[in-house]
């Protein structure tokens, strides 16, 4: 079975430009979240997304953004890009239900010039 | 609020056992899991562990969880080079459903 796969693995962008980062889960799963990850923040929960719907939420500012779509894909978009968003962006998938290990995708590494 | 602690580097000669170490503040947890990461990429689920299980044993991995101290710790055995990466313990986020709350991870040397 293919994991979970993101594209691109890596970008850069300038301040102030928006950018979108795409998820595939692992087939069958439903669940799709989304993660930061800083050397001085660590990885941080932004959001999950269920049946094309946010099911919960983090602690980061409205320029971060997702969708899922019917096949259960991911995009994630950041809008207003500032020096601060520059980390790697992991999704990672699960099948529904209490408690399903997540399974993680490599990450794309977004640098914000 | 809700942590996770762990130590951030471990250093080990190739053959020996490590000991990742790891404390939660969440009492009602129900999983807790380790993941691992090794540079330029995502995160491999290792293992994890059910609350009312005291060890869990996966190969060379071992599991121990005291609940009462809210302590969780990874045993591997035989450690390899290839084991040398970055060991992060999570807790499931009961406040935000299925969002794990992470450690800083901790780095594990391997030498040979």
């Known amino acids: 079975k293919a994991g979970v796969t993101q594209t691109p693995r890596y970008l850069i962008k300038t301040r102030g430009q928006q950018v979108t980062l795409s998820c595939s889960p692992i087939s069958g799963h439903r669940s799709v979240s989304w993660y930061q990850q800083t050397p001085g923040q660590g990885l941080q929960f932004l959001f999950e997304y269920f049946s094309e719907t946010q099911r919960n939420k983090g602690n980061f500012p409205g320029r971060f953004s997702g969708r899922q779509f019917s096949n259960s894909r991911s995009e994630m978009n950041v809008s207003t890009l500032e020096l601060g968003d520059s980390a790697l962006y992991l999704c990672?998938?699960?099948?529904?239900?209490?408690?399903?290990?997540?399974?993680f995708g490599d990450g794309t590494r977004l640098s914000i010039l | 609020g809700e942590d996770v602690e762990q130590s951030l580097f471990l250093s080990v000669r190739e053959g020996d056992s490590s000991v990742i170490n790891c404390t939660y503040t969440d009492s009602s947890s129900t999983y807790l899991y380790w993941y691992k990461q090794e540079p330029g990429a995502g995160l491999q689920l290792l293992t994890y562990i059910f609350s009312n299980m005291d060890m869990k044993q996966d190969q060379r991995l071992t599991v121990l969880l005291n609940k009462k101290d809210k302590h969780l710790s990874l045993r591997i055995a035989d450690t390899q080079t290839g084991d040398s990466a970055i060991y992060f313990c999570?807790?499931?986020?009961?406040?935000?459903?299925?969002?794990?709350?992470f450690g800083k991870g901790t780095t594990l040397s391997v030498s040979s």
């Open positions: 990672a998938s699960s099948p529904d239900g209490p408690n399903q290990p997540q399974h």
């Open positions: 999570a807790e499931r986020d009961n406040q935000a459903g299925t969002a794990l709350i």
